[in-house]
């Protein structure tokens, strides 16, 4: 079946430490997403890709990091320099590309959990 | 002021009853949102809708443009239903592929 993968679900991360989120995709998507949810809020965007070897920050970047080397994976790495890390990270991904409502259809990883200790 | 809220933030109801999640955004929007979040966190796409109304078997979503407002019914409410209810909305100004704007959710619990 196609869809996302994230791992690792459940993260633990010293202070000063960097980690890399995973997220994998077998639905041939162009475009993918990262968002950051924290309680009591909407979804806020990272990073978004729509293409490979290309992206582009989105509302809350700083602290973060990402590539897009394969179409498949488009992982993120939340760097020492993010000062509240600990939130639920969710990967998305949709078809891309043109203006077709269908791309703005997106379809959700399971989400990895990070708390900093 | 977030561009999409939300009402409730909260709602608990009886199986069996009839719920409507209210969702009202402030921009011009291309297509409206409603998904789904069970505990685990993973989210899930429910409905998307540019105009009029759409049906998923108990699930009802519908739009109106003019007011800016969409909401999320679900009849014979049943205790798998409980889960966050989320409504995002595709703003139309120029490409801005995959940038939602999200409310921040509505928590419904159904007891048996």
């Known amino acids: 079946d196609g869809g996302i993968t994230q791992s690792p679900k459940y993260l633990f991360r010293k202070e000063g430490q960097n980690v890399t989120l995973s997220c994998e995709q077998n639905?041939?998507?162009?475009?993918m997403y990262w968002y950051r949810q924290d309680p009591g809020q909407g979804l806020r965007l990272i990073y978004y890709s729509q293409i490979v070897n290309d992206f582009q920050k989105g509302d809350i970047a700083e602290g973060y990091s990402v590539s897009r080397e394969k179409k498949e994976s488009f992982p993120l790495t939340v760097t020492s320099a993010q000062k509240n890390p600990t939130a639920f990270y969710l990967c998305?991904?949709?078809?891309?590309?043109?203006?077709?409502?269908?791309?703005?259809?997106?379809?959700f990883g399971a989400g990895s959990r990070l708390t900093v200790l | 002021k977030n561009e999409v809220e939300q009402s409730p933030q909260n709602l608990t109801a009886q199986e069996g009853e009839f719920i409507t999640i209210n969702c009202s955004y402030s921009v011009g929007i291309s297509a409206l949102h409603w998904l789904q979040q069970h505990p685990g966190g993973g989210i899930v796409s429910l409905f998307m809708l540019s105009s009029g109304k759409k049906k998923h078997g108990r699930l009802i979503a519908t739009i109106n443009i003019q007011e800016k407002h969409s909401s999320l019914h679900i009849t014979a409410s049943h205790p798998r239903d409980s889960a966050v209810y989320i409504c995002?909305?595709?703003?139309?100004?120029?490409?801005?592929?995959?940038?939602?704007?999200f409310g921040r959710g509505t928590q419904l619990t159904v007891w048996p």
């Open positions: 639905l041939n998507h162009d475009a």
């Open positions: 998305a991904s949709s078809i891309g590309l043109g203006h077709d409502l269908r791309a703005n259809v997106l379809t």
């Open positions: 995002a909305a595709t703003p139309n100004r120029g490409s801005t592929l995959g940038r939602l704007y």
